[in-house]
Nanobody, 126 residues
Framework: QVQLVESGGGLVQAGGSLRLSCAASGRAFSSRTMGWFRQSPGKEREFVAAITWTGILTYTDYANSVKGRFTCSRDNAKNTVYLQMSGLKPEDTAVYYC?????????????????WGQGTQVTVSS
Protein backbone atom coordinates (compact mmCIF):
# COMPACT_ATOMS: atom_id res chain seq x y z
CA GLN A 1 0.00 0.00 0.00
CA VAL A 2 1.25 3.46 -0.90
CA GLN A 3 0.34 6.55 1.07
CA LEU A 4 0.70 10.00 -0.42
CA VAL A 5 0.78 13.16 1.66
CA GLU A 6 0.65 16.57 0.02
CA SER A 7 1.86 19.79 1.60
CA GLY A 8 2.67 23.33 0.61
CA GLY A 9 -0.72 24.69 -0.28
CA GLY A 10 -1.94 28.06 0.91
CA LEU A 11 -3.13 31.51 -0.02
CA VAL A 12 -1.11 33.55 -2.50
CA GLN A 13 -1.67 36.66 -4.55
CA ALA A 14 -1.96 36.50 -8.30
CA GLY A 15 1.47 36.39 -9.87
CA GLY A 16 2.95 34.69 -6.83
CA SER A 17 4.52 31.29 -6.40
CA LEU A 18 4.02 28.16 -4.33
CA ARG A 19 5.74 24.80 -4.19
CA LEU A 20 3.71 21.73 -3.47
CA SER A 21 5.31 18.57 -2.16
CA CYS A 22 4.02 15.03 -2.13
CA ALA A 23 5.76 12.49 0.08
CA ALA A 24 5.17 8.84 -0.72
CA SER A 25 5.48 5.86 1.58
CA GLY A 26 6.38 2.38 0.49
CA ARG A 27 8.88 0.94 -1.89
CA ALA A 28 9.40 1.29 -5.62
CA PHE A 29 8.75 5.03 -5.71
CA SER A 30 11.24 5.48 -8.53
CA SER A 31 9.35 3.04 -10.75
CA ARG A 32 6.07 4.90 -10.46
CA THR A 33 4.70 7.71 -12.51
CA MET A 34 3.62 10.56 -10.27
CA GLY A 35 0.87 12.92 -11.25
CA TRP A 36 -0.70 16.15 -10.06
CA PHE A 37 -4.37 16.85 -10.53
CA ARG A 38 -6.64 19.61 -9.31
CA GLN A 39 -10.31 20.16 -8.69
CA SER A 40 -12.17 23.37 -8.03
CA PRO A 41 -15.77 23.65 -6.81
CA GLY A 42 -18.29 22.70 -9.44
CA LYS A 43 -15.66 21.45 -11.84
CA GLU A 44 -14.33 18.06 -12.72
CA ARG A 45 -10.91 16.95 -11.62
CA GLU A 46 -8.33 17.92 -14.20
CA PHE A 47 -4.82 16.83 -15.04
CA VAL A 48 -2.04 19.27 -14.18
CA ALA A 49 1.29 17.49 -14.60
CA ALA A 50 2.98 14.12 -14.50
CA ILE A 51 6.54 12.90 -14.17
CA THR A 52 8.22 9.58 -14.69
CA TRP A 53 11.77 8.23 -14.52
CA THR A 54 12.97 5.43 -16.77
CA GLY A 55 16.09 4.78 -14.73
CA ILE A 56 18.04 6.98 -17.10
CA LEU A 57 15.87 9.87 -18.17
CA THR A 58 13.09 11.87 -16.56
CA TYR A 59 10.02 12.74 -18.60
CA THR A 60 7.32 15.25 -17.79
CA ASP A 61 3.95 16.18 -19.21
CA TYR A 62 1.91 19.31 -18.52
CA ALA A 63 -1.57 20.54 -19.17
CA ASN A 64 -1.59 23.41 -21.63
CA SER A 65 -3.09 25.68 -18.99
CA VAL A 66 0.01 25.41 -16.79
CA LYS A 67 2.78 24.82 -19.30
CA GLY A 68 5.53 27.37 -18.85
CA ARG A 69 4.33 28.32 -15.38
CA PHE A 70 4.46 25.04 -13.43
CA THR A 71 7.40 22.68 -13.09
CA CYS A 72 7.15 19.13 -11.83
CA SER A 73 10.20 17.41 -10.38
CA ARG A 74 10.99 14.40 -8.24
CA ASP A 75 13.60 13.30 -5.74
CA ASN A 76 13.67 9.52 -5.77
CA ALA A 77 16.01 9.41 -2.79
CA LYS A 78 13.39 11.22 -0.72
CA ASN A 79 10.34 9.54 -2.26
CA THR A 80 8.99 12.99 -2.98
CA VAL A 81 7.53 14.75 -5.98
CA TYR A 82 7.21 18.50 -6.26
CA LEU A 83 5.09 20.97 -8.18
CA GLN A 84 6.66 24.40 -8.43
CA MET A 85 3.96 26.87 -9.39
CA SER A 86 4.73 30.38 -10.52
CA GLY A 87 2.77 33.11 -12.23
CA LEU A 88 -0.27 31.91 -10.35
CA LYS A 89 -3.69 33.04 -11.52
CA PRO A 90 -7.03 33.08 -9.71
CA GLU A 91 -8.17 30.27 -12.01
CA ASP A 92 -5.46 28.07 -10.52
CA THR A 93 -7.43 28.04 -7.27
CA ALA A 94 -8.28 24.42 -6.48
CA VAL A 95 -7.53 21.46 -4.29
CA TYR A 96 -4.39 19.88 -5.68
CA TYR A 97 -3.99 16.12 -5.50
CA CYS A 98 -0.94 13.95 -5.87
CA UNK A 99 -1.36 10.55 -7.49
CA UNK A 100 0.85 7.54 -8.18
CA UNK A 101 0.66 4.99 -10.96
CA UNK A 102 2.27 1.56 -10.84
CA UNK A 103 4.16 1.99 -14.11
CA UNK A 104 6.47 4.45 -15.82
CA UNK A 105 3.96 5.42 -18.47
CA UNK A 106 2.96 9.07 -18.47
CA UNK A 107 -0.79 9.35 -18.28
CA UNK A 108 -3.30 12.19 -18.02
CA UNK A 109 -6.37 10.24 -17.00
CA UNK A 110 -7.02 10.12 -13.31
CA UNK A 111 -8.60 6.68 -13.45
CA UNK A 112 -5.28 5.27 -14.60
CA UNK A 113 -3.62 6.15 -11.30
CA UNK A 114 -3.55 3.69 -8.43
CA UNK A 115 -3.03 5.82 -5.34
CA TRP A 116 -4.18 9.27 -4.31
CA GLY A 117 -3.36 11.75 -1.61
CA GLN A 118 -5.87 13.74 0.40
CA GLY A 119 -5.18 17.01 -1.39
CA THR A 120 -3.95 20.44 -0.44
CA GLN A 121 -5.83 23.69 -1.00
CA VAL A 122 -4.31 26.39 -3.20
CA THR A 123 -6.08 29.73 -3.26
CA VAL A 124 -4.95 32.54 -5.54
CA SER A 125 -6.39 35.97 -4.82
CA SER A 126 -6.76 38.62 -7.49
Amino acid sequence: QVQLVESGGGLVQAGGSLRLSCAASGRAFSSRTMGWFRQSPGKEREFVAAITWTGILTYTDYANSVKGRFTCSRDNAKNTVYLQMSGLKPEDTAVYYCAAKNSIQLRRRGDEYDYWGQGTQVTVSS
